[in-house]
């Protein structure tokens, strides 16, 4: 396996700076905005950026399956697919604000073993492989060893993600947290990752969304599970919570649940 792995590693970091060059490229200058069938933003930059990794993927490894949020999917290798969203956060990357970033994930035997989490505008990229710790920008990072709820922030991106029902129950708990925060896109994960906040929760989350992010937040020393303590796969529904600990997991899905 770990011989196996390193040529698809590298293929996603190649992945990454690619995307990068893409990114940057169209990041704040005027261009198109239009809305797809479920009236999310898409611009050529979303795309063109997909493309690329696409190609790039089915060069380096023909037979891997492909998810992209894009294009869709287009598995035709159970044993490892890789699973991206080009630009989380279209809005933000549209409106000017950094917090974009560019998910890619890679799944084995239905195991995720590589996340990325990258920001172009920023130059933060944080690296998850399985069994070994995360790493921003080169760096071993971890989560915070904060134990306490009430001295917990949460981060969400957008109150927009709820429904009525899973609102009341975000806002249940983040009544319990220190305060709450708004925005980020996936940068709320990479700050978990770094210490920074102690959890997120989400919702309206597809599979490009959150695969990229499990290596990413378990190597850091964190938790991520859906609203019922399971652990994410590409079936999964829409809803995440990221810990930074078991402690405050166990303790953010105690007041989701109820």
């Known amino acids: 396996m770990t011989s196996a792995i390193e040529p698809v590693f590298e293929t996603a970091i190649a992945a990454a700076d690619l995307a990068r060059t893409i990114t940057t490229r169209y990041f704040r200058q005027e261009i198109a905005i239009t809305n797809k069938q479920d009236t999310t933003p898409v611009t050529i930059a979303d795309s063109e950026t997909e493309a690329a990794i696409k190609a790039l993927i089915h060069k380096n490894h023909p037979t891997h399956g492909f998810f992209g949020e894009e294009t869709g999917d287009q598995t035709a290798d159970e044993r490892w697919r890789w699973i991206v969203d080009p630009i989380d956060g279209t809005k933000s990357f549209a409106t000017g604000n950094p917090t974009f970033g560019t998910l890619i994930s890679v799944i084995h035997d239905d195991v995720p073993v590589i996340g990325i989490i990258d920001h172009p505008a920023l130059q933060e990229r944080w690296i998850g492989r399985a069994g070994e710790p995360t790493t921003l920008n080169g760096t071993v990072c971890c989560t915070s060893s904060e134990q306490q709820l009430n001295s917990a922030t949460v981060y969400c991106t957008t109150i927009d993600m709820f429904t009525d029902a899973s609102f009341q129950q975000f ?34 989350l597809k599979p490009y969304d959150f695969m990229a992010l499990i290596p990413v937040i378990e190597g850091a020393g964190g938790i991520i599970s859906d609203w019922n303590g399971e ?15 078991s402690g405050l997991h166990q303790q953010a899905l105690s007041i989701l649940q109820n």
């Not at 009544?175 to 994960?189: E, L, S």
């Not at 652990?231 to 600990?245: C, E, Q, R, Y």
């Open 171 to 204: 806002d249940r708990l983040s009544k319990h947290c220190r305060y709450r925060a708004f925005g980020g896109d996936c940068y709320n994960y990479g700050l978990l990752a770094s210490g920074h906040t102690q959890l997120v929760c989400e919702a309206d």
């Open 231 to 245: 652990p994410l796969t590409p079936k999964s529904g829409d809803k995440v919570i990221a810990a930074a600990n």
